[in-house]
């Protein structure tokens, strides 16, 4: 089976950007595919903020992405990107890995296909 990793970089209810990388990150693992990783870069970085309001009927950001922590997907987040937007490490759901690019080099070289979602 193939490896993928994904960059998402529109934040939370902006774009379906998170939405879709959610659905498929998990249909790649259903799939027996290996996720390298979920970065989440400029204002991606908001997906992983404690406290997203979560509306009725629509995606549980964070629950998602503890599933997908839960079946081993390292879910890092730029700590440039959430430094300048004011998010602390102490901010983030658990699970969530603040670092840098060299993160990202990381799962981009490891994946056979990377999966850019954002504006």
Known sequence: MGSIAFLVLSGPYTFQGTHTMVQL???????????????????????????????????DIPAELKKLRDKGVPISVCSACADYRGIKSEDTIDGAELSGL??????????DKVVVLGM
Do not use: C, P, R
């Not at 996720?35 to 903020?49: E, L, Q, R, S, T």
């Open 25 to 59: 990150a998990l249909a790649a693992l259903e799939k027996g595919h290996v996720v390298k990783g979920i970065f989440f870069f400029v204002d991606g970085v908001y997906n992983v903020k404690k406290g997203i309001k979560v509306e009725q009927g629509m995606l």
């Open 102 to 111: 060299a993160t990202f080099s990381e799962y981009f070289e490891a994946a």
